[in-house]
């Protein structure tokens, strides 16, 4: 038997009154997963549990089998995993966003954030303005004093590391949660460490607002990346094994530190992919032959994550998300379904959902409960139903995500 969990990240929403108040899940075409659903059982799973933040981070650490509540440390010292960086005690690590704020000669503090990720800001310009950060003997000096280093990544999603910090009392705001804000009410708080992280921002933006890149990048009718934001902050974390927990092994296949890092934590391996990018524009085809591959060197078990909608939503680009959508439909299950047939690797269980709400209406996360869809190629459920919030909240209720797995492998 094989198992085969595919996130399709942000992907459930509420009603959109643009699409006839449907969702997007309710609004795109994808005929597999829906054939998929009308054979197999469709319910609603929360993901994250009330209290925690509404995030990636939380959602997956539940789908994966670790409870939030008891191993949720933040969400940077796992992408640091994946990474392969080790955090030695008193270390704290951070997400460090290359982001937009908008122009103007108004005081740092009265800006609005435009975009968390500095327009989906291509790898090699966005790794350049970070050199370009340590190249200046100014910020160099700076995070010398606070202890501070930053670890680029080919995306907008570097990983910072600060030696002795104390951010006890610290309050740092997902960038993504508050686009189109003024970032005043927004910059790191609540403690003496988190004026040393404002500083680094402001400073960072100084030095970067007129680089070179960004002005190619106004002039190209892109967003500059002109500044950094920390958030996500946290210290080094231990998950259980999940070969121990399920007797499973397995890979994950994505192009997001955070579910590398959950992977190289939890003992499964980390798969990368040539042309994976966390956008919408991603190589889908090959995440489904990296998937299928794993699965016949001898693994039980296939994770593949898609980033698509989530970061679509984010942006505002609501004909994006429908088409990751479709595309999670056409370029990843349907050829799955039908590499896994032409491999003849015997039945198989398929778990899918969306890993937590992204609202269209705010571009933000919401932590409400999220349609799943469970097939078994061994059987035929008779329900009839498609996939989407609707159907799933008519369905059984998981009361939390931590169950998903036990679900997958029959071991409820």
Known sequence: MKYILIIGDGMADN???????KTPLQAAKKPCIDRLAARGE????????????????TAILSIFGCDPKQYFTGRAPMEAAASGIQLQPGDVAYRCNMVCYEDGEMPFAEKRILSHSAGSIEGEESIALVQALWNDPAFQKAADAAGMRIYPDPSFRHIAVQSHADVAGIRLIPPHDHLGETIGALLPAGCENAAVLRDLMMLAHEILDHHPINDARRAAGKLPANGI????EGTAVALPNFYENYGKKG??????????????LTGLDVIHVDGA??????????????????????ADFAAIHVEAPDECTHNGDLEGKLQAIEWLDSRVTAPLLAQLEKEALGPYRLLMLSDHKTLTATRGHDGDPVPYLLYDSRSDSGFGGVYDETTGMAGRCVKAGTALMDMLFEQE
């Not at 469709?42 to 981070?57: E, I, L, Q, R, Y």
């Not at 934001?229 to 996500?232: S, V």
């Not at 890979?251 to 190289?264: D, E, F, T």
């Open 42 to 57: 469709v319910g609603n799973v929360k993901n994250v549990p009330d209290g925690m933040p509404a995030g990636s981070d």
């Open 229 to 232: 934001w920390f958030w996500a």
């Open 251 to 264: 890979g994950v296949i994505s192009a997001v530190p955070l579910c590398h890092g959950i992977a190289a």
């Open 15 to 21: 009603a959109v009154e643009s699409l006839g108040g």
């Open 277 to 298: 990018t966390g956008e919408l524009e991603t190589n889908y085809e090959g995440k489904v032959t990296a998937a299928v591959q794993c699965l016949k060197d001898g």
